[in-house]
């Protein structure tokens, strides 16, 4: 399928979509450690809009948000407040069964790709924290992230539009092309990294483009 200029413009602006997040921020781990043996985590989706909050914050566009970091995780948690909602901790016995790894090299509970949201939907207006623990750290080292739902209005037409989009590849690009000119990066990485999202080669070019022109240090060399 050919890219209109549109096309190439959101193609260039979904390249933003991805922020990454210090371990080592005070903000963001129990345990701070040396800036020079920060090590990050690209979080695609939900998107960060607020990343110099404490902790950064995400809006979330859907209801059902797709949980989606780059690096392998052993261990996530959703909470509200202080009460744990859910839990995924392979090596432990809990949560969801990882998902196959790419790699011989990691640990058999490695989790890996997108995660499916595994609580009831996201009221608008309702504040999570999601807690990610990568493979390197400690035990006590997460990165946090706030999400949070949308007002009613906008969470209601990210859930009819995701709704809507069926299995048609052409119509899920087109969808994400729209967010893109109309300004809603949340909204545009929702559709885009949907696990309800269609595979095709056009999509997932444009997935893997996004994931190796964003997943960098802004003074760092692509990945």
Known sequence: MGRSAGGWRAHRAL???VVLLPLGHPAMASRPEPASA???????TPRITDPGGRPP???VAVSRPTLFVVEPLIELQ??????????LDPAGGNGLPPAPSLSSSLP???????????LPPIRPGQALT???????????AFAVVRLIGSPAGPLARGDALLASLGRDPHRWRLAVEA??????????????FAFEGPGAPDLDALRLSVIRSSCQPADGPPR
């Open 15 to 17: 390249a933003w979509l």
């Open 38 to 44: 920060e090590p990050s985590l690209c979080v695609i």
């Open 57 to 59: 914050a995400a809006l």
């Open 108 to 118: 058999s509970g490695a989790i890996m790709g997108p995660i499916p949201w595994p």
């Open 78 to 87: 959703i909470l509200e407040g202080k009460r744990l909602l859910w839990h």
């Open 130 to 140: 999601l807690r990610l623990r990568p493979l390197e750290g400690g035990p006590a």
């Open 179 to 192: 967010a893109m000119e109309g300004g809603d990066l949340p909204l545009a990485s929702a559709l885009l």
